[in-house]
């Protein structure tokens, strides 16, 4: 098993883990997930980065029916979870553009900051 085959299977099995805490409503609630979340996931792709380089992401989302699913639903994924965080950026008094443009321009890693600061927000609310 190569490193890349080990970190996908342990991401499978951290997502498959969270969302059991989600429907067991045992989810952390801690803004410091998220925000952890996008820290390791920006290290990660800052070495994707260096290593083949900032264009690599569209070389394999577009080089066969796989990449282009995974495109897809990447950017679906993204779309419907700023449905809901849009909303509530903006309850907590956050300006959703700045935010949009980041996530626009990271995916993920902008997504999981978002959350993070909303959730960090909603903690200090009276």
Known sequence: MTLFDILALLGAVCFVSFLALLLLQRAP???????GLSLAFLAWSLMAVASEGPWGFWIESS?????????LDLLLAIGASLVFLIPAARA???KPMPWAALVLCTGSIGL????????????RRP
């Open 29 to 35: 609630t801690s803004w410091l997930w998220p925000a």
């Open 63 to 71: 080089q066969n029916a796989w990449g282009v699913q995974i495109w």
């Open 92 to 94: 907590e008094g956050m």
């Open 112 to 123: 999981m900051a978002m959350a993070a600061r909303v959730m960090w927000l909603r903690q």
